[in-house]
């Protein structure tokens, strides 16, 4: 008795995808019609269920569809159990980045909300806990592109640890500070896992939030040294600068919101 051929309009229906599904596993040769016709139509029958209800299945567990041509024909419990143990850690590399993506949205969308009560333009003294932080090279001496390359590695590092909510901060050092220049000779970043190359130390430490270019964050460097002074605190020899508010949320620069902290090294 012949086999009953459905058109593949009609074998899409019955599997309920696209039409155009069924060309493109045809053209990939992973699942292929049970006969052609003279004119090129495509003819599917009720027996490809099954297979065609395998790759479906693989499918949504995650198997890419290449994965998945390879396996079809040969699968055995054994081959299935370690592409199933592949996928498990698959999967779980996955969830830890969505969780990390997750908590540096949630903080992200905390700080925002906090910020009508941020005071702007006003010195104090907080406590900052230890922090990881990723460090590029030294900027000094280097030409603009090289300097551009150093945030283009940082930026790399923030995809790929699914840190996309997290700000390049930057370090100036006391000597540029004291002399009133908003030169950067480090840029960093806050890294999740111990630091591959800085820690910063917690302690208390002088901060401001300024509003405006982060560029022009020199503005406020007197008014932070004239707090020292008044309170007889020396100052370490490290300038943080932390984004708030910058080009991921903001289009104008001088809506920018930069927080400045400057380790507090004694207290006469």
Do not use: C
């Not at 498990?88 to 969830?95: K, L």
């Not at 208390?204 to 007889?232: C, M």
Request: net charge negative.
């Amino acid at each position: 008795m012949d086999k009953k051929l459905y058109s593949i309009g009609e074998f899409a229906k019955l599997v309920d995808v696209k039409r155009q599904t069924l060309l493109w596993y045809d053209e990939i040769d992973l699942f292929k019609p049970y006969e052609i016709s003279e004119k090129g139509y495509r003819y599917y029958t009720l027996d490809q269920l099954e297979n065609f209800s395998v790759i479906r299945n693989l499918k949504d567990l995650g198997i890419s569809l290449e994965k998945i041509k390879e396996i079809i024909e040969f699968r055995t419990p054994t081959t299935m159990q370690k592409i199933f143990k592949e996928q498990i850690s698959t999967i779980d590399t996955n969830i830890s980045q969505l969780e990390r993506q997750k908590t540096s949205l949630s903080n992200w969308s905390q700080l925002i909300d906090r910020l009508h009560t941020l005071p702007l333009d006003t010195v104090f003294i907080e406590y900052q806990d230890a922090a990881s932080l990723l460090v590029s090279h030294n900027l000094t001496d280097l030409p603009e592109e090289s300097r551009s390359l150093e945030i283009t590695k940082l930026n790399e590092y923030r995809s790929q640890s699914a840190q996309i909510a997290e700000s390049l901060g930057g370090i100036v050092s006391l000597e540029n500070f004291n002399n009133n220049q908003t030169i950067y000779d480090y840029f960093y970043l806050p890294a999740y896992h111990p630091a591959d190359n800085y820690t910063k130390q917690a302690g208390y430490f002088v901060s401001i939030y300024y509003q405006g270019d982060y560029t022009q964050t020199f503005h406020v460097y007197q008014k932070i040294r004239d707090f020292a002074d008044e309170n007889q605190l020396e100052l370490g020899t490290k300038i943080f600068e932390q984004s708030q508010v910058g080009e991921l949320t903001a289009s104008n620069p001088e809506t920018y919101i930069t927080k400045i902290s400057v380790p507090i090294k004694s207290h006469a």
